[in-house]
């Protein structure tokens, strides 16, 4: 094996010396997606480029191959620049540009011709964007568009680091809303913790992704449900003239893509094009091969098709779903942590999938366009717990559960007078049902519900004073036929942003907002002698107050410090533990399946600095210091405790630099201050083993160590005539620092591996810090 490596890498080494060219194509277009004729295009700092045809179109041929910032410029709009873009001699994407008249706005960062980088008007603060080739080359990111959005200022890292949930802020994992080219997706993770978010492994292909953007506070009204985060993302449009395919193999997946036109004929286009994919997980191979006894398997498949009807229509219609399932292999020797892992994994059988179709009508009269959407989306969960794991025995837990939504959301965007006016609705129908079981805590039901929600949003921006004061102004309310949260004036949720620059190169910004989110479809559903017991539960509310500066420091660099106030209100609160689940839905399991009542409190607040380097002399980088504070009460609404993220402290740093002969080196360092956790209470999970039963009652009587890693990453790509080739080498954790880990627990045992009576719980000791090395490679052709 190593033999046949080594032959391709000297065989690829020796082609590299090739000097092949290639094209770069894409669209330039207006506001309303019309195309823009004769606008400029060109790579940074070389003579490449080209203008616009009847069609926006632009191809820019007899380009190397490398990394560039590709400009655009028109007259008398804004320009754009698109940030450390990679070329290949196959597989390169059309890159596309939306530009705006000089006296509007865009809701995504761009360069003006005045060389200031800015952000949209709605969300001023609190938002970073990241492009394709920034995700796909992420240090420690296994191609994971989740675990690389953890990475951005203000995320704090899950517990131990192992898993995808975002907790920003100082927030709770499920306050995050998670939107694809604008359809809402439930979860995006693979092993989903069902009424929370997150989950070991995102289900996203990079090879989709445009870009990721994350705004942490000043969310757009469009958006229902988010308390603390919303990530977007954009998918790029399959390619209209020719066919490619990619195929990637990393630490722990394989995954092929496929896009071209369809309906092509004669024409040098097609009015349809497609991109389509599926990936298959391999860890359940290697994990048999070292000897460990989890079987984590799973496929995830992805689609977007976009037809253009006319100049003035288009449809796209997208899909993404998985199918997971998690088993344990009790053969081999076992040892103490091992055997841990054997008793208390939970066996876990998922199915999710989304398709949506959205319509884009753009007037004619150039003064705006609407959007329509109609999605649904479905998530099936067989979660289930053992005695005895090894025979799937003594069954103590089972949660059989389907959730479904069918979706229609309706926005008009309209420009007069300066001002971008928006507006519109959304409609929700959704069904669920759930047969639980839990013989440890004595109660069983059998529940399905279904019911509408709805609501209603607008939002006006416009800018004042030759364009140095940005104000928007925005709400929505929303409500629904279950729960008592039918008065729409009682979730009502105005927001205000404000950015001012006082001084060239210079703003202050501020933004206030309240927010609301219905319970998960767990706690609604809940039921106990076949009565629902939450339905009178309210909707969670968080009202943010945000203050920054930021200094532009040129064209593709920027500096800044914000500080931020989250307060809560009506935080549900579980009867059973007395404690905020605010402080649960971390793990494998199941969040809200009990009694609450929404009596809790909550804050969080802190100071956040960042700077950003977007790709400038071969480098780019981002690093951001957050300070915080998280605290929620229970029933005593006077008492705050310190939630399980409250780690005070965390430092975030990513950067690459851009090597000649197609190298690059990139680095992802982050940290975390050690946050408390709930202590567990031995007795009871002496008796209740494998189930592990925690005292939150002492909840931050103790803290785990600080979260501290360091991942070092190496590209080298080739590029030939019908084929290009990254090949990358990676080293996780190479400081080899111990990540933090709640203490583990395992029942004693015999020589022959019977457990010993009286039952004895004994603490496992906590593993050193390990390296972890990966390769990989992607092929375009």
Do not use: C
């Not at 092993?191 to 757009?220: E, K, R």
């Not at 053992?386 to 003594?394: C, V």
């Not at 929303?478 to 008592?484: K, L, M, P, Y």
């Amino acid at each position: 094996m190593k033999k046949h490596i080594i032959i391709l890498f000297l065989f690829l080494s020796f082609n590299s010396f090739t000097q092949v060219k290639t094209e770069i194509t894409g669209y330039v277009k207006d506001k309303t997606d019309l195309p823009l004729i004769g606008a400029s295009v060109y790579l940074e700092n070389t003579t490449n480029g080209a203008t616009t045809d009847a069609n926006g179109y632009y191809s820019i041929t007899n380009v190397t191959p490398n990394t560039y910032n590709l400009v655009v410029s028109y007259l008398g709009y804004d320009g754009q620049t698109r940030y450390n873009i990679e070329v290949k001699s196959v597989g390169n994407q059309l890159y596309n540009f939306i530009l705006l008249e000089q006296n509007q706005n865009l809701s995504e960062i761009v360069v003006s011709n005045k060389n200031k980088v800015t952000r949209p008007r709605e969300t001023p603060l609190s938002t970073q964007t990241l492009s394709a080739v920034e995700i796909a080359t992420y240090p420690g990111g296994n191609n994971d568009v989740v675990r690389v959005a953890q990475s951005l200022p203000g995320i704090s890292p899950s517990t131990g680091g192992f898993r995808n949930d975002l907790i920003i802020r100082g927030g709770a994992p499920n306050e995050a809303v998670y939107y694809l080219d604008g359809v809402e997706i439930p979860n995006i993770n693979h092993f989903s913790t069902q009424g929370s978010s997150g989950g070991p492994v995102g289900m996203l292909n990079v090879s989709f992704i445009d870009d990721v953007s994350l705004a942490t506070s000043a969310f757009g009204s469009q958006y229902d449900n988010p308390l603390s985060g919303v990530l977007q993302f954009s998918q790029r449009e399959g390619n209209n003239r020719k066919h490619n395919t990619n195929f990637r193999l990393s630490a722990s997946e394989a995954a092929i893509t496929h896009e071209g036109p369809l309906f092509k004929g004669k024409n040098k286009e097609s009015k349809t094009s497609y991109i389509i994919s599926a990936r298959r997980s391999y860890l359940q191979f290697l994990f048999k091969m070292i000897g460990l006894p989890i079987r984590p398997d799973y496929w995830d498949y992805q689609y977007k098709i976009t037809h253009k009807i006319d100049k003035y229509n288009t449809l796209n219609l997208i899909g993404l779903g998985s199918i997971d399932e998690f088993e344990i292999d009790a053969s081999g020797t076992i040892d103490e942590d091992e055997q841990s892992t054997l008793d208390q994994t939970p066996f876990i059988e998922q199915r999710t999938n989304t398709i949506g179709l959205s319509w884009k009508n753009r007037f004619k009269n150039g003064k705006g366009f609407m959007q329509t959407t109609i999605s649904n989306n479905l998530l099936v969960n067989d979660f289930s717990r053992y005695k005895d794991n090894e025979n799937q025995k003594d069954l103590y837990f089972k949660n059989d559960s389907r959730e479904m939504e069918t979706k229609l959301r309706y926005s008009l965007t309209y420009y007069t007078k300066d001002w971008r006016l928006v507006g519109g609705f959304n409609t929700q129908r959704s069904d669920y049902k759930n047969k639980t079981i839990d013989t440890n805590e004595g109660f069983q039901y059998n529940t399905k519900i279904n019911f509408m929600k709805y609501g209603l949003f607008a939002n006006a921006t416009k800018s004042f004073f030759d364009q140095r004061l940005d104000f928007s102004f925005g709400f929505r309310t929303d409500g629904d036929s279950f729960t008592q949260g039918n008065d729409l004036l009682s979730t009502f949720s105005p927001r205000l942003a404000l950015s001012y620059e006082f001084i060239d190169d210079w703003k202050i910004k501020a933004s206030v907002g309240r927010y609301f989110k219905l319970p998960p479809y767990t706690i609604l559903g809940y039921k106990e002698n076949d009565v629902f017991l939450n339905k009178n539960i309210n909707y969670t509310q968080s009202d943010h107050y945000v203050l920054g500066i930021e200094r532009i420091l040129g064209p593709s660099s920027n500096i800044s410090v914000e500080g931020f106030y989250k307060r809560y209100e009506d935080y549900p609160v579980s009867v059973r533990d007395q404690v905020s689940l605010a402080n649960k839905g971390a793990d494998f399991n199941v969040l809200g399946n009990e009694e609450v009542k929404s009596v809790g409190k909550g804050r969080a607040y802190g100071l956040e600095f960042l700077f950003q380097q977007k790709l400038s002399h071969r480098f780019y980088g981002i690093f951001s210091y957050t300070f915080f504070y998280s605290e929620f009460t229970g029933f005593d609404r006077s008492k705050y405790l310190p939630s399980v993220w409250d780690s005070r402290h965390l430092i975030s740093f990513t950067g690459g630099y851009k090597l000649k002969k197609n190298w690059e080196v990139s680095a992802r360092y982050r940290f975390a201050g050690g946050t408390p956790i709930v202590p567990v209470n031995t007795e009871a999970t002496t008796a209740r083993y494998p189930d592990i039963v925690l005292d939150y009652n002492r909840l931050g009587e103790d803290k785990l160590g600080v979260f501290s890693q360091l991942d070092v990453r190496i590209d080298k790509k080739w590029n030939f005539k019908k084929l290009s080739v990254d090949l990358f080498f990676e080293i996780q954790n190479i400081l080899m620092h111990k990540s933090p880990e709640t203490p583990e627990y395992v029942i004693q045992r015999d020589d022959k591996g019977n457990i010993t009576e009286p039952r004895n719980l004994v603490q496992l000791a906590e593993e050193d810090g390990k390296s972890i090395p990966t390769i990989g490679i992607v092929i375009d052709f």
